[in-house]
T-cell receptor, first 112, second 113 residues
Framework: AQSVTQPDIHITVSEGASLELRCNYS??????LFWYVQSPGQGLQLLLK??????LVQGIKGFEAEFKRSQSSFNLRKPSVHWSDAAEYFC??????????FGAGTTVTVRA | NAGVTQTPKFRVLKTGQSMTLLCAQD?????MYWYRQDPGMGLRLIHY???????AKGEVPDGYNVSRLKKQNFLLGLESAAPSQTSVYFC????????????FGQGTRLTVV
C-alpha cells in the first residue's frame, strides 16, 4: 500500500522569500504524484502533477516540484511567495489500485 | 459547469441519528471518492467507486455506507452517527485514465453532538 509523509506540519515564511515543502512517498511501482492546495474553508485545488518524463514539473501559481526517485521525494517549491499563498498544502500519491492517498498536510503562514 | 457538488455544506447531528451526504459530478467521471479530513491527519479515504453499481472500502470505512446507483452520484451514509464522525467530508471524482487526478467538492462540515 502507498503512503505519503509530509514532515513539516507548519511553515512560516516572509512574503517574497522562497518556499519549499517536503514530501516523501512510499510505493512499490512508479507513482503518480500530486500537490494540492486548500485555502481556508475551501476544497482542494490541484497545483501540479507528475506522471512520467521530466522530473521537474511546473504548476499553477508559480509553483514547481521535483521528483527524485532515489530519495522517494516530491518536494514543492516557489521562488517568491505572496500573501495569497497562505494555505494548507497536501502531497498525494495515486496508485494502480484506484486509490489516491494524501499526506497530513503542511500549513503555510506568510508574514508581511 | 458545476464540477463536483456536495450537499449539504453544513450539518449538525445528534448521536445516533442518520444522514446521507450527496455528491454529484457533471464531468462524466468514472471514479468517485469520499474522504474525511481531520486536523493533523490529512485526508483519509472512506470509500470509493470505480463505476456505477460498484463500491469499495478505503482506509476508514467503519460506520459508513455508500451507494453509486447513477454514474454522476455518490452517496455517503451514516446509519448511526457518533461524535468520532465529526469531520469535514470531501467528495472527489476523476476519469479512469487520469492517473487519479481528482477534482474535489467544497466539503461538508459535519458535527455530531
Amino acid at each position: 500500500a502507498q503512503s505519503v509523509t509530509q514532515p513539516d506540519i507548519h511553515i512560516t515564511v516572509s512574503e517574497g522569500a522562497s518556499l519549499e515543502l517536503r514530501c516523501n512517498y512510499s510505493y512499490g511501482a512508479t507513482p503518480y504524484l500530486f500537490w494540492y492546495v486548500q485555502s481556508p474553508g475551501q476544497g482542494l485545488q490541484l497545483l501540479l502533477k507528475y506522471f512520467s518524463g521530466d522530473t521537474l514539473v511546473q504548476g499553477i501559481k508559480g509553483f514547481e516540484a521535483e521528483f527524485k526517485r532515489s530519495q522517494s521525494s516530491f518536494n514543492l517549491r516557489k521562488p517568491s511567495v505572496h500573501w495569497s499563498d497562505a494555505a494548507e498544502y497536501f502531497c498525494a500519491v495515486g496508485s494502480n489500485d484506484y486509490k489516491l492517498s494524501f499526506g497530513a498536510g503542511t500549513t503555510v503562514t506568510v508574514r508581511a | 459547469n458545476a464540477g463536483v457538488t456536495q450537499t449539504p455544506k453544513f450539518r449538525v447531528l445528534k448521536t445516533g441519528q442518520s444522514m446521507t451526504l450527496l455528491c454529484a459530478q457533471d464531468m462524466n467521471h468514472e471514479y468517485m471518492y469520499w474522504y474525511r479530513q481531520d486536523p493533523g491527519m490529512g485526508l483519509r479515504l472512506i470509500h470509493y467507486s470505480v463505476g456505477e453499481g460498484t463500491t469499495a472500502k478505503g482506509e476508514v470505512p467503519d460506520g459508513y455506507n455508500v451507494s453509486r446507483l447513477k454514474k454522476q452520484n455518490f452517496l455517503l451514509g451514516l446509519e448511526s452517527a457518533a461524535p468520532s464522525q465529526t469531520s469535514v467530508y470531501f467528495c472527489a471524482s476523476s476519469y479512469r485514465d487520469s492517473k487519479r487526478k481528482a477534482f474535489f467538492g467544497q466539503g461538508t462540515r459535519l458535527t455530531v453532538v
